[in-house]
């Protein structure tokens, strides 16, 4: 269904950018859309702390928010810059574990709150929803392996590459490449650093130099990759 504006059309965004392959009816997203408070964070203001037990799951509607992970000497590691409409805190809600990682704002930002009752409706009452739910779960478990396999036993260039296509995967949801075969996403070199495990100086350099061998388009913020077959076969299969 189409929804022309407001917090339906902001969910029905979030859905169709997370779980493409769902097509609710108007009534069953507008009773989703009731138990779906919006929070609005300012600048730097903290929605969950790493170690917490969380009571929700999170869609970005407008802004950005940094998961980012503390180590026990203090420093500190992004782990994705989050953005509209990607979700965010499922594993630590849906296994009721302390989560990971932190989750701050980084400039004024909007997020829907999945609680209890918004989730047990969806997987009840939303037909294919715990099925895509658990095709997400796999995705970005198959996604982590990648990471660590490469982190552990590939170079620079090679983890850089896994990265690089992770997000396309990721991002480009819903999304069919153009004429000339280039699948745009979202993406920023502080991302890409911590997903492949290297330097932003590493990563300017691979960036510039996959964009000189014409496989990859640089933009402010977003990246165009020439869309290879696995990319495709994810498009094609309704991944997120």
Do not use: C, K
């Not at 029905?12 to 989703?32: D, I, K, M, S, T």
């Not at 929605?47 to 802004?63: H, K, N």
């Not at 940094?66 to 994705?80: C, F, H, M, P, T």
């Amino acid at each position: 269904m189409r929804a022309s504006g407001g917090p339906e059309a902001e969910l029905l965004r979030v859905l169709q950018g997370n779980f493409p392959q769902l097509a609710p009816e108007a009534a069953q997203l507008r009773a989703l859309q009731r138990l779906l408070p919006v929070r609005r964070l300012a600048a730097g203001a903290g929605l969950f702390a790493q170690g917490q037990r969380t009571q929700a799951f999170y869609a970005v509607l407008q802004g950005e928010v940094g998961a980012r992970l503390s180590a026990a000497d203090g420093r500190v590691s992004v782990l994705e810059h989050v953005r509209a409409p990607r979700l965010f805190g499922l594993a630590a809600f849906v296994t009721g574990q302390p989560s990971n990682y932190e989750a701050v704002a980084l400039r004024a930002s909007r997020v829907l709150v999945f609680g209890p009752e918004a989730y047990r409706y969806a997987m009840d009452e939303l037909p294919g929803f715990a099925r895509a739910l658990m095709r997400e779960f796999a995705l970005r478990y198959e996604g982590t392996l990648r990471l660590l396999e490469a982190a552990r036993h590939r170079s620079a260039a090679e983890r850089f590459e896994l990265a690089l296509a992770q997000l396309a995967r990721e991002r480009g949801a819903g999304q069919a490449p153009d004429d000339a075969g280039w699948l745009s996403f979202r993406a920023t070199q502080t991302e890409l650093a911590a997903l492949a495990n290297v330097s932003r100086q590493t990563v300017n350099q691979l960036l510039r130099a996959a964009a000189a061998a014409g496989r990859l388009r640089l933009a402010y913020g977003r990246l165009a990759l020439r869309a290879t077959s696995d990319i495709r076969a994810d498009r094609a299969s309704g991944s997120r």
